[in-house]
């Protein structure tokens, strides 16, 4: 049976942690879907992972729907959450609806993610939610706010009141879940305690409802990047590195292709 947000709310409430990923591509997608991952976010983090851009306020929103539909055919028994990106929901109600709906019908994705919780986005997310898409919300760091807030920064017990009123706004606009982006740990803690819905936490210590890594951040492929709240489970970059390096001296050796490789002529001699 197809993954669903509903499997969200049934975790948080037996106490099970929520598994989750990003994704950007088809095989990447089959592979976390059959590592039996609760959800998959197309994140704006693309920009940066994929397109090596600096931030993630270049995501483009036709990039974010191909890519979103690759990774739907890929998991295709897996919700997939599509990250809105900066620019395609700020303007107004109608175009946070218009673009929420393309990644459901082009995009193959079975909710969407926006960031924040002030009351533009809490208008945003009724919008959408009122067109019948489901919505998670994004609080703490929010990486599409970074030219007003000054850079990326931890959400500590400073901005505890607006980090509890956004999330309670969130919630009581419907969202199904919410994401805690770089949130100290106890502030993580008493505000998940305190919320009904699932939270999500990178970053935002050990007890929110479940936990998400950038995928190419956890498998090793991003180089130096190593935020203090990542765990690398792999080294691809090391692991692919070798093996460029390897077919490299082989084709000039003349090792490769070898005999096993080759196609030979149909004609009987
Ligand atoms: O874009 C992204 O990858 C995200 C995660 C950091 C949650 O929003």
Not at 187 to 207: C, F, H, N, Q, S
């Amino acid at each position: 049976m197809k993954k669903n947000i509903h499997l969200l709310a049934m975790k948080k409430s037996r106490g099970e942690k929520i598994v989750s990923l990003t994704a950007y591509d088809y095989m990447t997608a089959r592979l976390e879907e059959e590592a039996g991952i609760d959800f998959i976010l197309v994140g704006d983090s693309m920009a940066m992972v994929v397109f090596g851009e600096e931030n993630t306020l270049g995501a483009d929103i036709d990039v974010m729907i191909a890519h979103t539909r690759a990774v739907s055919r890929g998991a295709a028994n897996t919700l997939v959450v599509g990250d809105m990106p900066f620019g395609s929901y700020e303007k107004s109600d109608t175009l946070a609806v218009k673009n929420a709906v393309r990644f459901i019908s082009e995009g193959g994705a079975g909710a969407v993610k926006l960031e924040g919780g002030n009351n533009r986005s809490v208008s945003r997310v009724k919008a959408i939610i009122d067109s019948g898409i489901p919505v998670m919300g994004h609080v703490g760091l929010l990486p599409q706010s970074i030219k007003k807030t000054g850079g990326y920064k931890v959400v500590y017990s400073d901005r505890r009141d607006e980090l509890f009123e956004e999330a309670l706004a969130l919630q009581q606009a419907g969202v199904f879940s919410i994401v805690f982006e770089c949130i100290e740990e106890e502030l993580a803690r008493e505000l998940t305690e305190k919320l009904e819905v699932p939270t999500i936490g990178i970053g935002a210590g050990r007890y929110t409802d479940g936990q998400i890594l950038v995928v190419n951040d956890m498998l090793g492929l991003s180089g130096e990047f190593k935020p203090k709240f990542l765990k690398k489970y792999a080294q691809m970059d090391g692991i692919i590195l070798e093996a460029l390096k390897k077919f490299s001296q082989e084709v000039i050796n003349e090792e490769f292709p070898a005999e096993s490789h080759v196609y030979h002529s149909r004609k009987k001699k």
